[in-house]
């Protein structure tokens, strides 16, 4: 196999912000370039994942991150060692992906209860838009999921291919701009009209122009171009996160998550080495910043949980820093203003309580956000002036209060005691917030009470 990108000299870091980090086109980003990959491969070996972790501790900062989507990240390049990447994950046998993205449930073609292989479709899809060469949006994403137990129905994409079984056998119901439950829906096809399908929203999309994406698109007017009857609504289904051990028919599958979504490349390869030690013996990308082992001895459950704790790796649905988006920060952007991880390490010890996953948290090294682009209903932000307090906006709305970093954990602790105190038995931490009034929420952290 072969890696065939190269950055160009001088062509470093052009990429605008929004656009797809690859490794023909790295992000410039606080800590140097970013390059963004997903193996062809979706089975993946310890030794791959070695190799990796050596190659982003020699040609990066060492820190790696799972994206939401289940992309690896690599981060701190530099001009110079992009190509140098490129060139070890081509000695490796890793091929990253290029093109458009096509993702399917990380689990496709092994888990026993999925309608559909969706992987011979997907690959039929890459090979059918390789060839149209189709002028598409850089961050256009195709979804096709097969089901099972780890589907796909949070994902939002462009395209989607979702497995349907009918009167008439397995059909693929094609919907634009959206997940399983909000996609328009287009049409349902049999599985040889599939590529034809999605072949003729990409045409539509290139039509439109090189910015078009799913949502900018007439499901109506497609339907008619495929001559497709309407579309009767998918069954309602609630996806099922990654992260924890989930039975797949006969094995034990275990999803790991990167605390915050972040790891070094030292504590991944002890962590891989520890796992191979307890039976494991492939990993997959997942979305949620997850990563799935398989092959783990029965017994030896606990015991890799346990590794994966030694390095700040979740491996349970309850993980309260679960409940909190985080940015790079300090360690990884030269924007932030402080420590992020440090400050989500510091709620979760002095809240870690009130974490109960029914309210946003979100911690932002600046106003601009990237972890949670959304309001939150409590948002640390850090500003030149120290870190804001925000309450139901977003890292870049005015702070209701500001500390110097120093301060935070105890406003912290302070803001735990206070809702500790108020709240009712049974109560949601989330609720406890709306029904405190935000002036009290901001003299706890200011240390007025
Ligand atoms: S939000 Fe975080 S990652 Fe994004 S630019 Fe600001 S400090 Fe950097």
């Not at 996806?239 to 924890?244: E, I, N, R, Y």
């Amino acid at each position: 196999m072969t890696a065939t990108c190269v950055l160009p000299p001088g062509e470093a870091g052009a990429l605008r912000r929004g656009a797809c980090p690859s490794i023909a086109a790295p992000m410039r980003t606080g800590d140097g370039l970013l390059v963004r990959l997903r193996p062809v491969a979706t089975a993946l070996t310890a030794q791959d994942l070695l190799a990796l972790a050596d190659l982003a501790r020699a040609h990066g900062n060492g820190l790696i991150e799972i994206t939401a989507r289940g992309n690896l990240q690599l981060r701190g390049l530099t001009e110079a060692s992009v190509p140098r990447l490129a060139a070890g994950l081509a000695a490796a046998g890793i091929t990253p992906q290029t093109g458009v993205a096509i993702e399917v449930p990380p689990l496709a073609g092994i888990e026993p209860a999925e309608l559909a292989d969706a992987v011979p479709l997907a690959d039929a899809l890459r090979a059918a838009l390789a060839d149209a060469a189709l002028s598409l949006a850089p961050k256009l994403a195709v979804v096709v999921d097969g089901g099972g137990v780890l589907f796909l129905a949070d994902m939002v994409a462009d395209i989607r291919l979702d497995a349907v079984a009918g009167a008439q056998g397995l059909a693929w119901r094609l919907s634009v701009g959206g997940d399983r439950a909000t996609a328009r829906a287009v049409a349902l096809l049999p599985g040889e009209r599939a590529v034809e399908g999605v072949m003729t929203v990409a045409a539509a999309l290139a039509a439109i122009g090189p910015a078009a994406r799913g949502r900018d698109l007439d499901p109506a007017l497609l339907a008619a171009a495929l001559g497709a009857d309407p579309v009767p609504p998918l069954s309602a289904a609630s996806p099922v996160h990654p992260l924890g051990a989930h039975r797949i028919g006969t094995e034990t599958v275990l999803g790991l998550a990167p605390a915050y979504g972040q790891i070094h490349a030292d504590r991944l390869a002890a962590l891989v080495r520890a796992l191979a030690g307890c039976g494991a013996t492939e990993f997959r990308l997942a979305p949620h910043h997850t990563l799935l082992v398989r092959g783990l001895r029965a017994q030896m459950l606990a015991a890799a949980q346990a590794c994966a704790m030694r390095e700040r790796v979740w491996s349970t649905q309850d993980a309260p820093g679960r409940a909190v988006s985080v940015c790079a920060g300090a360690a990884g952007c030269a924007a932030a203003s402080f420590d992020t991880h440090a400050a989500a390490d510091a709620l979760v010890a002095e809240a870690g309580d009130l974490l109960d996953g029914s309210f946003d948290v979100h911690v932002s090294g600046c106003p601009k956000g990237c972890a949670h682009p959304a309001a939150a209903a409590v948002t640390l932000c850090g500003t030149a002036a120290g870190v804001g307090l925000i309450l139901g906006g977003r890292a870049g709305d005015a702070a209701a209060a500001i500390l110097p970093a120093d301060a935070l954990r105890p406003a912290l602790t302070r803001l735990g005691a206070l809702l500790r105190a108020r709240r009712a038995e049974g109560e949601t931490a989330g609720n406890l917030i709306d029904r405190t009034a935000p002036a009290t929420l901001v003299s706890a952290y200011q240390g007025q009470q």
